[in-house]
């Protein structure tokens, strides 16, 4: 049994720099954490690790609709964030899986969900940020306009670093129009050689697409190609004519919503392996899945393998990325049943990593030793 | 200090014809693209492969020599400009197109290949969208260092949306890769924090990029309006509707006085305001939109709105907008070129502000921008013959980022820092957040050899980093060790 964690819920930026300024002073180590909707990625901090929570920072401390920006705390849970921009019809177009917990876990482990694939990941939306580091520095980086390059981008730093550089406390963000409606080409086949034909036949093409994935279960795969904008069914259509040498049965679906929350939920599981790769290695990825379902941003070459529980789990999860090298592949879910749940970085880019670490947190106050490569 | 060793080293590396000494070769090198800076290096020198550079910048650190990495030199903020007794790496010969592989959208080239050379090696059917006015001549590995935008970036993004990957010569001289030509490589976004950093931090010597199909459609207007309220309003009014423009440009009155008297394309002389919109994507969703564009367009007072009707008109509308900054010469013997950004919505705002204070200067200020996202170029014309008037001008020039900054906006959208901007980093950035800026830079050149000068308003040093690791505890325990 792991020590029963401390925990502190600063609510102010001002407050949760004098506490980690007091913590780091004392020795102590720091998880910063939202609603634990991720809470496995990463693996097992230290015995007696402090967490401190997000959730006294929970405003939206300004929306300018008319300039698709917003400056939200960290502590903000995603879900009410998109509800309060979606009375202006406005969205950040990040679309984790479940309710997407809070702005700042979001943030720290730039999950992102279907809409990546036409608006780009958190480093790409998140257009100033504010951190507090580990001497109780408070750091800002970017600022609120969208074209900007002022300064380094500290921003991108922190998009996935998981809290091991410091308390991501406030984010600028971008935001985009919600689309007038959608609808989603589906196309079907049981061979994944025709279904990354389709795939390239598609990212060929200038769609302009909101989504573009594919699912495999079992014996099974579709590319599903979702459209936003007011011409969507008819784009939707058209885009099925790219598909017409490619063997596959095509449909076009108008009430979409229950085919990308599938696909959404399928990002998660007993244990999920995040592969980075191209989209013509599609077919190796399929392979090397086994018994998983494979969610795959198939243009992009992101997928997810998503396995349910077994006795085994361990031994699939590792045979699997065994069978996935030399692409990276992490464990997200389910990091706990594995030994080392990120991937060996190039020894060179790791030492560089380091470095920046020892910089930013030279107290090695934030969440030692469960980041890449021991960092 | 005994420079014979540094120069017989750099001279083993790229040979004798590739070392530049004599200070009339130097004088090639002197300014980028803000000519008001002038500083010949101590030599240059030009490789002809990534080894050469690595090699290069391990000689300069072991010689305790700063360098700074050039490559066309079309940068505007005098972020290539030589340092006094440093090394002048140009990558001007580093113009491979390593590999190009469609099916996966993705181009590998050194640094010295021009921004246009990416396009016309993917073309027809794929582009790479980030498109600064100097793309002609402008190279890559230029484009990495100042993130480069263009006037398409409001919907295509910036240089750091494009960059998967990058092979990069530390200031150590130790090469390493940082991302590559998959995504979302696991560890820290070094990618990110690279891209825009102004050569402070290392030089690329190769780099990953994404590319796009072409767009199907391409659809192209200007409407010209009695002012820039007017035509401020009409952007809104497009962007609120939902619509991304490819690009949305405007010029005020003056600019297209002197543009018009240079690229002869009919525009009315006289009109306060030309709001230059091009749409581009799906030809279905591209058709619909424009339709509602000239709409808004008329409802918010534009009477003249003119729809290019083949690519040669297209071109003229994109000929003139480009002549801005040329055409100016017409009209004032000098000008400066400024760079800010505001919110969109306060440009009307922002806008009567800058000619109130060129009033009060007595100066004119002609503005053309990209409206889109707010990234304003107000031209500060000026006579240098005029004693004064230079200084004048350049005052004139930093008050217009006051007022930017005011309204919530940045110094810089697309130019950079550089050595231009060093003073006003102050102003938008507090001592905590330049600190966080200087841990980054330590590490990556704790010796402060790349690009000495640029970026920082202050000249700083790294300090040892204190204590470097404290044992983990499970490592302490002997049930984890580091790698």
Redesign the interface.
């Known amino acids: 049994m792991p020590a029963k964690r401390a925990m502190t819920t600063p609510n102010s930026i001002e407050e949760a720099a004098a506490t980690i300024k007091e913590l780091s002073s004392q020795?102590a180590t720091i998880r910063p954490a939202g609603q634990d909707s991720r809470k496995d990625w990463g693996g097992d901090d230290?015995?007696?690790t402090v967490t401190v929570h997000t959730g006294g920072l929970n405003r939206i401390v300004a929306h300018?609709?008319?300039?698709?920006?917003a400056i939200v705390q960290a502590g903000v849970p995603l879900a009410d964030l998109q509800r309060h921009l979606g009375r202006e019809?406005q969205w950040l177009a990040l679309d984790p899986p479940d309710r997407g917990g809070t702005v700042g876990g979001l943030v720290a482990t730039?999950d992102s969900g279907p809409a990546r694939h036409r608006y780009?990941?958190v480093?790409?939306l998140v257009i100033g940020i504010t951190?507090v580091?580990s001497d109780g520095?408070?750091?800002?980086?970017g600022?609120?306009?969208?074209?900007?390059?002022?300064?380094?981008?500290?921003?991108?730093?922190f998009?996935?670093?998981y809290g091991t550089?410091g308390l991501v406390t406030q984010v600028a963000l971008r935001l985009?129009?919600?689309p007038?409606r959608t609808a989603t080409l589906v196309a079907g086949t049981e061979d994944p050689a025709v279904l990354t034909r389709a795939v390239?036949a598609m990212?060929?093409?200038?769609?302009?697409a909101m989504s573009l994935d594919v699912s495999w279960r079992k014996d099974a795969g579709r590319l599903l190609v979702r459209f936003g904008?007011?011409?969507a069914p008819?784009?939707a259509a058209?885009a099925a004519k790219h598909l017409a040498d490619n063997a596959v049965d095509t449909d076009v679906v108008l009430d979409d919503e229950s085919i990308w929350a599938a696909q959404r939920a399928a990002q998660r599981g007993a244990a999920v392996v995040?592969v980075?790769?191209?989209?013509?290695d599609l077919p190796a990825v399929i392979a090397a899945a086994g018994a998983a379902t494979v969610v795959s941003r198939a243009?992009?070459?992101?997928s997810w393998l998503s396995f349910p529980e077994s006795d085994d789990l361990a031994d699939r999860v590792e045979a699997t990325r065994e069978a996935l090298s030399p692409?990276?592949a992490?464990v997200l879910d389910g990091a706990r049943l594995v030994d080392a749940p990120?991937?060996?970085?190039?020894p060179?880019?790791?030492?560089?990593?380091r470095?920046?670490?020892?910089?930013?947190d030279?107290?090695?106050t934030f969440r030692?030793?469960t980041?890449?490569?021991?960092i | 200090m005994d420079g014979r060793e540094l120069v017989e080293r750099l001279r083993r590396v790229v040979g004798d014809r590739w070392l530049l000494l004599d200070e009339h070769d130097l004088r090639t090198y002197e300014s980028d693209g803000l000519l008001q800076y002038q500083q010949v290096p101590r030599l240059a020198v030009l490789p002809g492969t990534a080894e050469e550079v690595r090699a290069c910048v391990e000689i300069c650190a072991q010689e305790k020599v700063p360098w700074v990495a050039r490559g066309a030199g079309s940068g505007l903020s005098g972020g290539a400009l030589p340092v006094k007794d440093g090394v002048l790496i140009v990558l001007s010969r580093l113009t491979r197109i390593l590999e190009i592989?469609?099916?996966?959208?993705?181009v590998c080239v050194e640094p010295g290949v021009t921004n246009a050379a990416v396009s016309a090696a993917v073309g027809p059917?794929f582009f790479y969208p980030p498109d600064p006015s100097s793309q002609i001549v402008c190279t890559i590995g230029g484009n990495v260092a100042?993130?480069s935008?263009g006037a398409h970036?409001?919907k295509y993004?910036?240089t750091?949306?494009y960059v998967t990957g990058l092979e990069v010569v530390?200031p150590d001289g130790?090469?390493?890769?940082?991302g590559g030509?998959?995504?979302?490589?696991?560890?820290?976004?070094?990618?990110?924090?690279f891209?825009?950093?102004e050569g402070t931090l290392g030089v690329a010597t190769k780099i990953w990029l994404r590319v796009?199909?072409?767009?199907?459609a391409t659809r192209t207007l200007v409407a010209f309006f009695d002012s820039t309220r007017q035509a401020g309003e009409a952007v809104?009014a497009i962007?609120?509707a939902?619509i991304?423009p490819g690009a949305i440009e405007m010029m005020d009155a003056t600019t297209i006085k002197a543009t018009e008297a240079m690229a002869h394309a009919g525009y009315p002389v006289g009109r306060g305001a030309a709001l230059l919109v091009e749409l581009d994507?799906?030809e279905?969703?591209c058709d619909?939109q424009f339709a509602e564009v000239t709409t808004i367009c008329a409802a918010q007072g534009s009477d003249d709105v003119r729809v290019s009707r083949d690519e040669a008109e297209r071109q003229l509308f994109w000929k003139t907008r480009k002549a801005a900054f040329p055409a100016m010469g017409r009209i004032s013997p000098n000008y400066f070129v400024q760079d800010g950004?505001?919110?969109?919505?306060t440009l009307p705002d922002v806008l009567v502000r800058i000619d109130e204070l060129a009033a009060e200067y007595g100066l004119t200020v002609a503005n053309v921008f990209?409206a889109g996202?707010?990234?304003l170029h107000p031209l500060v014309c000026f006579d240098a013959a005029v004693e004064g008037q230079a200084a004048q001008a350049e005052e004139l020039a930093g008050r217009i980022l006051d007022v930017c900054l005011e309204a919530?906006?940045?110094?810089?959208?697309?130019?950079?820092?550089g050595v231009d901007?060093r003073k006003h980093?102050a102003k938008?950035?507090?001592e905590?957040?330049?600190?966080?800026?200087q841990?980054?830079?330590?590490?990556?050149d704790p010796d402060g050899r790349a690009n000495p000068g640029k970026?920082m308003p202050t000249p700083r040093l790294c300090g040892e980093?204190?204590?470097?690791?404290?044992q983990?505890?499970?490592?302490a325990a002997g049930i984890?060790?580091?790698?």
Request: proline letters at 7%; one cysteine or more; charged letters at 20%.
């Open positions: 020795g230290a015995a007696g300018n609709p008319g300039d698709f920006t019809g730039a780009g990941g480093r790409d951190v580091l520095s408070v750091a800002r980086s600022g609120t306009v969208i074209k900007n390059v002022a300064g380094y981008d500290l921003g991108k730093l998009a996935g670093s550089l985009h129009p919600l007038a390239l990212s060929r093409h200038p769609l302009e904008g007011v011409t008819e784009r058209h995040k980075s790769a191209l989209p013509t243009a992009l070459g992101v692409h990276q992490a990120w991937p060996e970085p190039d060179g880019t790791l030492a560089l990593m470095r920046v670490k020892a910089r930013f030279p107290t090695g030692p030793g980041y890449v490569g021991g | 592989d469609l099916d996966n959208g993705r059917d100042e993130n935008g970036c409001f993004g910036f750091t949306n530390l130790e090469l390493v890769t940082i030509k998959e995504l979302d490589p696991p560890g820290y976004d070094l990618l990110g924090a891209v825009g950093s796009v199909p072409v767009p199907e809104s962007v609120q939902g991304v994507g799906a279905a969703e619909a950004v505001v919110p969109r919505t990209h996202d707010g990234n919530g906006g940045s110094i810089t959208g697309e130019h950079g820092v901007k980093m938008m950035f507090g905590d957040d330049l600190a966080a800026f841990r980054l830079r330590c590490a990556f970026v980093v204190p204590g470097v690791y404290r983990h505890p499970l490592e984890a060790e580091r790698f």
